[in-house]
């Protein structure tokens, strides 16, 4: 047997969370995003309910203003982090029966798009921190580009996994036998286009998620002026031909900052060990996200955490974690 990336609802042992730190990568909204990952971090730890949370704050100051918004039992850690998105930064924990190593994926800024100190070397130093086995591998991945249902399928989009920004030398044979190498990806499903404006060129946590083996939950568009609607058809129509078992959620949206469209998404969702916390935006489908979620996972608690703020630093929750399975 390989090593496999387990699905998002397997076990977990703990989960690292980024904690907004830089005033000069955030700007005005830097203080609420803080509130903000803080109150996801304490939805995930559920009073000792949930898992472990590991929140990595990336300096002295922030280190102090995170343990004054976190509950007791959320461990603050300070690193050098660069941003927060431990999704893409952080290593990916694969199993082999009870054996457990850390893959290393290059990074490269989201396509040489952003340079913070700290992005490249977080996930090696957590992982050690953590007393893993950590195991480098020589092309980029990010952890937000791929989603898996444990059992060996993964979905990715084309706009990401193919961009020459990431892995020029590599063709799509060559990604889909290194995904097999490295993470026990078997099958991959190829979806298209990622979301209007995502500048991480599409990564399928914004568009497309596993919620059982087999099973993809991909959003429906909402109101004629949605910029995705598009995106979405194409994706449900991949899905479906691909042998997939689909379920539609309602979409945030068009949702604008600063004049400008982002990609608000409810799929950003983390799957923690009881509790599954959804980004909400103030938008008209906030609670039909939630209640989607709730028929699909009623073993555990759907919590709705504002995320406006975390947003305008181009992500969300589950951009801004990384599981560690059991």
């Not at 029966?97 to 090696?124: C, L, Q, T, V």
């Amino acid at each position: 047997m390989t090593f496999r990336m387990p699905a998002e609802w397997a076990p977990h042992e703990s989960v690292w969370i980024g904690f907004p730190s830089s005033a000069d990568a955030w700007g005005a909204p830097l203080h609420r995003a803080q509130q903000q990952i803080a109150a996801f971090a304490n939805a995930v730890h559920a009073s000792g309910h949930g898992e472990r949370v590991h929140l990595v704050a990336g300096s002295a100051e922030a280190t102090a203003i995170a343990v004054d918004l976190v509950d007791n039992g959320v461990h603050v850690e300070q690193h050098l982090i660069g941003d927060i998105w431990l999704r893409d930064t952080a290593c990916i924990i694969v199993k082999n029966g009870n054996r457990r190593i850390a893959r290393d994926f290059g990074f490269n800024g989201w396509g040489e798009r952003f340079d913070y100190p700290g992005d490249k070397s977080i996930g090696h130093d957590l992982a050690i921190a953590a007393g893993f086995d950590v195991t480098k591998a020589d092309w980029i991945l990010e952890g937000g580009s791929i989603d898996v249902d444990g059992e060996g399928l993964a979905a990715t989009t084309v706009d990401c996994l193919l961009n020459p920004n990431r892995n020029p030398t590599l063709h799509k044979e060559a990604i889909e036998t290194r995904l097999r190498d490295d993470l026990g990806i078997e099958r991959l499903l190829w979806l298209g286009d990622g979301l209007a404006n995502d500048h991480t060129d599409g990564h399928i946590d914004n568009l497309a998620r596993f919620v059982g083996v087999n099973h993809i939950l991909i959003p429906q568009g909402h109101g004629a002026d949605d910029p995705n609607e598009a995106v979405f058809e194409d994706a449900c129509k991949r899905a479906e031909t691909f042998g997939c078992r689909v379920t539609r959620m309602p979409s945030v949206g068009r949702f604008v900052q600063d004049r400008e469209v982002v990609p608000a998404s409810y799929m950003n969702f983390y799957i923690g060990n009881t509790a599954i916390v959804v980004p909400h935006y103030g938008a008209q489908n906030d609670d039909a996200a939630i209640a989607v979620l709730e028929t699909l996972f009623p073993d555990r608690k759907v919590v709705g955490v504002m995320a406006d703020a975390v947003l305008t630093g181009g992500g969300s929750f589950h951009c801004s974690s990384q599981q560690v399975p059991t």
